[in-house]
């Protein structure tokens, strides 16, 4: 049984605030994601969790207890460094055992237990090696046996991917997941990419700037985005985000995208939304993948465009689309028949449009 | 080209072993014009470097091996005349004079040099975390160092007074008089040579140790401490291990450089009281100036250059072990 909870957790580093006032419950087994771009504190809030960063103000809580006094070497956390952190001067086994040998675990427990890791990880053939001579691949996983074989009930991971093969990366991601599902315990685990983190977690916690923006399921996240930063950085291309102006009233909402023209909004769930929009300049955003492509005469909410440009990616066809002052992405499946230079509708897709505040990025009228 | 795409794919053509003996490279002409005209270019130096480091060796080599002594005006190279074998050698066995120096000059080194190792590496423990003021007490401690050692010698002597400061501080902490004569009894002698040189040298095993220690990996002591580890667990099975190769470079530095404990000693007891504190450099000193026994300093001087060789030679060998077990 673990869960943490944090409350009001606050790192300041002189001027600069890294984690700001985060509220943050981490039910016990639950895979959570700390998702941000590099500098968004998430590795801080980690070092907080593990105890090697102590915070400015607010609490940390394992299962109800306070960890303010707890030293980072009694909080029995697993935790896999972004660059591993290995004890180079060691074996493989001298790696896996330190953690049992610094909690005076008797011999053959340790042999026992190493050996069950060593299976599980598939290392067996590599226990005497010195650790120079493993691939980081291999490294990667030392690393996490090293923290799993003191079976802590929180593990923390640190980017801990970033650094291996795309073929290795996507294998020790379902590894994990096997793992987690294995040792059962809670495991937070920090990121920049999106995929990742929507592939693993149970619930994402998307951060930037020491705030947190968003924590919901990666369902939540990426379908209703609280606001323009969340919208912005999850999914790839990410959402289509176009400055307007609503016009019209209750009934009959429309929307003026300038000098790219305008549009009507049938949408009876976007209509209800507009009802709580503050201020006329809104920022519209859709998807690329929920945008549907039109012939141009069709009366369908949306915007005539001309395709620009024509990205085919592997699976899918990227076409980009533009009018006016606006530009906008639309993902296909591949070898979608288009051509550069025809006019198109860009048919704003029912149910799934989402509308910000332009001022402060928040959605409007999300529940 | 080809050659090397056919050699490298196994089964096409049979590779050379690779145990196998190592082919002198063929040169170009080109290249053994530019090795030849590299010798010449060297060449000064490498003769200015014979001439520097071979020849008073091999001087040094050739007196030992006679009575020579300037004193009756013969010349240096004409020391044949005198020629004696290994006379000065077997007398070294005989002058108990000389056994006693080097015994008291060991146990200065097996005193002072674990005491100067402690210190310095509980020092450099303490200045590898942060604390207020870290600055100018590293500083602070550098200072012994650079300070002149006759110099400092003559601080301990004038410390070491029996009117002098230790035995006022000593008396206000014990809170009676405290009167004793440090530099005139035999063991105290001793004793006051010995601080004053912990003193000095402390700060240089320090620098040295410290620098090993900063070289520790920081993430490996977090992950260390994340598994578990706490500041002993940590010392003992993450930097020691790694400090190995530093902290025998700082031992055998200092026991090669305490062996020749000379000006410090030499300016606060001059060898005494009597013989107490006469170290190795203190005798050949006598010999030299007051004996005017040349030829067997020589001997002598090769017979602890071969001592300390040996020393060396045994802290280059662990270092090697411990580096070949690090790169392994």
Redesign the interface.
């Known amino acids: 049984m673990a869960s943490i909870e944090m409350t009001g957790l606050t790192k300041n580093f002189g001027e600069l605030t890294a984690v700001n006032d985060l509220n943050l419950k981490i039910r016990d087994k639950e895979f959570v994601a700390l998702l941000g771009p590099s500098g968004c504190g998430k590795t801080t809030t980690m070092n907080m969790i593990a105890g090697i960063e102590m915070p400015s103000a607010g609490s940390i809580l394992f299962d109800g207890r306070d960890m303010r006094t707890t030293p980072a070497n009694k909080r029995d956390v697993g935790f896999v460094f972004q660059n591993y952190a290995i004890f180079t001067h060691m074996t493989v086994r001298k790696n896996l055992e330190f953690g049992l040998r610094v909690r005076g675990v008797e011999k053959s427990e340790i042999q026992r237990r190493v050996q069950n890791m060593a299976d599980l990880m598939r290392l067996n053939d590599r226990l005497d090696w010195r650790t120079a001579k493993l691939s980081v691949n291999e490294l990667q996983k030392v690393a996490i046996g090293r923290s799993a074989v003191t079976e802590p009930e929180i593990f923390l991971l640190d980017e801990p991917l970033s650094n291996l093969d795309a073929a290795f990366r996507a294998f020790m991601r379902t590894e994990l997941k096997h793992l987690q599902h294995e040792f059962q315990q809670t495991m937070v685990y920090v990121t920049h990419d999106q995929i990742e983190a929507m592939s693993l977690a149970d619930r994402i916690a998307v951060m930037d700037l020491g705030l947190l923006q968003q924590y919901g399921t990666p369902n939540e996240v990426y379908n209703k985005p609280r606001n323009i930063f969340v919208a912005n950085f999850m999914g790839s291309p990410s959402m289509n985000l176009l400055p307007c102006r609503l016009t019209g009233g209750d009934g009959a909402w429309g929307l003026d995208f300038g000098n790219a023209g305008t549009s009507a909004i049938e949408d009876g769930e976007l209509a209800r939304r507009c009802k709580s929009a503050a201020a006329a300049e809104i920022v519209f955003g859709m998807r690329p993948e929920d945008i549907d492509i039109q012939p141009s005469e069709v009366g369908h909410p949306g915007l005539n465009m001309e395709v620009t440009f024509v990205e085919p990616i592997g699976p899918r066809t990227v076409i980009h689309l533009a009018a006016g002052d606006h530009q906008v992405k639309v993902a296909k499946d591949k070898q979608y028949p288009i051509e550069i230079g025809a006019t198109v509708k860009a048919a704003f897709p029912k149910g799934r449009c989402h509308i910000f505040d332009a001022e402060s990025g928040v959605a409007i009228g999300l529940e | 080209m080809t050659d090397s795409v056919v050699n490298a794919s196994p089964g096409l053509s049979p590779r050379p072993a690779k145990s196998g003996r190592k082919k002198k490279p063929v040169l170009t002409p080109l290249e053994r014009e530019g090795k030849k005209l590299g010798l010449y270019m060297t060449l000064p130096a490498q003769l200015l470097l014979l001439f520097i480091v071979a020849f008073p060796l091999c001087m040094q080599v050739y007196v030992s091996l006679t009575w020579w002594t300037p004193l009756d005006g013969t010349k240096w190279y004409d020391a044949y005349e005198s020629l004696n074998w290994f006379g000065n050698y077997g007398d070294i066995f005989d002058d108990s004079k000389f056994w006693g120096s080097l015994a008291r000059t060991f146990l200065i080194v097996v005193v002072v040099v674990p005491a100067e190792f402690m210190l310095g590496l509980g020092l450099a423990m303490l200045f590898a975390d942060k604390f207020p003021g870290k600055r100018v007490f590293y500083s602070i401690m550098l200072m012994p160092m650079m300070i002149v050692p006759a110099v400092a010698g003559y601080m301990f002597f004038m410390l070491f007074q029996s009117s002098g400061p230790i035995n006022d501080i000593l008396s206000a902490i014990t809170g009676t008089r405290i009167d004793m004569v440090w530099l005139a009894d035999r063991d105290l002698a001793m004793v006051s040579v010995m601080i004053a040189d912990i003193w000095q040298w402390t700060p240089l095993m320090f620098l040295i140790l410290l620098a090993g220690m900063v070289g520790v990996?920081e993430?490996?002591m977090?992950?260390?401490?994340?598994?578990?580890?706490?500041a002993w667990?940590r010392f003992w099975?993450?930097v020691l291990?790694?400090m190995k190769t530093v902290m025998i470079i700082a031992l055998v530095i200092r026991t090669v450089e305490c062996f020749k404990i000379f000006d410090i000693l030499y300016v606060m007891t001059g060898g005494g009281p009597g013989v107490a504190t006469k170290s190795i450099s203190v005798y050949i000193l006598d010999l030299t100036f007051k004996d005017l026994e040349w030829s067997y300093v020589a001997a002598i001087g090769l017979f602890i250059l071969f001592f300390l060789s040996l020393i060396a030679l045994v802290g280059i060998y662990y270092m090697q072990a411990a580096q070949k077990k690090?790169?392994?």
């Open positions: 990996p993430d490996q977090k992950a260390a401490t994340l598994l578990g580890a706490n667990h099975r993450i291990p790694r690090a790169e392994a």
